[in-house]
């Protein structure tokens, strides 16, 4: 199994550009999850959704967009990129069953925005 | 904005115990959860309390106190490979996390 997987790996935009990240897991997991981090910090959640065709915002939903229309896929998008949004995206998965699932994050993808 | 208070660095020797401390507030609280992050990877999984008391999973232990909104993550035998950052995370509905700002841990020969 691969796990939860990201693609890219890296990204370099200019202001007002738009991209989508895609994270895919292979573990049949319900729930996924969309962080960023910046230097230094936690990780705070932008989305996140309890399965397939759900959706539903987290602590820093503004500027982003998702969509989960298969069951093992969970897009980001950033409509009109700002600098403000450079920073380390992970993707993470859990199967929902029962308290304190562990969660499992991608590589992350690294977006630089100028 | 981070609802969970930690240090923000401590450093220990090789060998040695040390213990990262968490408050957090207890707004929608389900559990608490700990994990690591080596410099430019992903977190991943070290523990979980859901009720009071300790869990203890190889060299690292955790422990929660629901009463006062405090928890620890506790690393004895420290290995120079457990310099890392260090984040508790508060679980909220649907299995969301919510993340400290984490501790970096360095350790010294």
């Known amino acids: 199994n691969a796990g939860v997987t990201q693609t890219p790996k890296f990204r370099v935009l200019k202001t007002g550009q738009s991209m989508t990240l895609l994270c895919a897991q292979d573990m049949n997991h319900e729930y996924m999850y969309w962080y960023r981090q910046d230097p230094g910090m936690g990780l705070r959640l932008i989305h996140y959704s309890v399965g397939e065709g759900t959706t539903a915002k987290g602590e820093v939903p503004d500027g982003y967009n998702v969509s989960r229309l298969k069951k093992q896929n969970f897009l980001l998008g950033l409509e009109s990129a700002a600098p403000s949004q450079t920073s380390v995206y992970f993707c993470?998965?859990?199967?929902?069953?029962?308290?304190?699932?562990?969660?499992?994050f991608g590589p992350g993808t690294r977006l630089t925005v100028l | 904005g981070q609802s969970l208070e930690q240090p923000s660095e401590v450093t220990a020797v090789e060998g040695a115990i040390v213990q990262i401390n968490c408050t957090y507030q207890?707004?929608?609280?389900?559990?608490l959860s700990w994990y690591q992050q080596h410099d430019g990877g992903a977190p991943t999984f070290l523990s979980y309390?859901?009720?009071?008391g300790l869990e203890e999973t190889g060299r690292f232990s955790s422990f929660l106190s629901r009463s006062d909104s405090y928890g620890y993550l506790l690393l004895q035998e420290l290995q120079m490979k457990d310099s890392a950052s260090y984040f508790c995370?508060?679980?909220?509905?649907?299995?969301?996390?919510?993340f400290g700002s984490g501790t970096r841990l360095l350790v010294r020969p």
């Open positions: 995370a508060r679980e909220d509905s649907s299995y969301k996390l919510i």
């Open positions: 207890t707004s929608g609280f389900y559990g």
């Open positions: 309390n859901g009720l009071d």
């Open positions: 993470a998965s859990t199967n929902g069953q029962g308290a304190g699932n562990e969660q499992f």
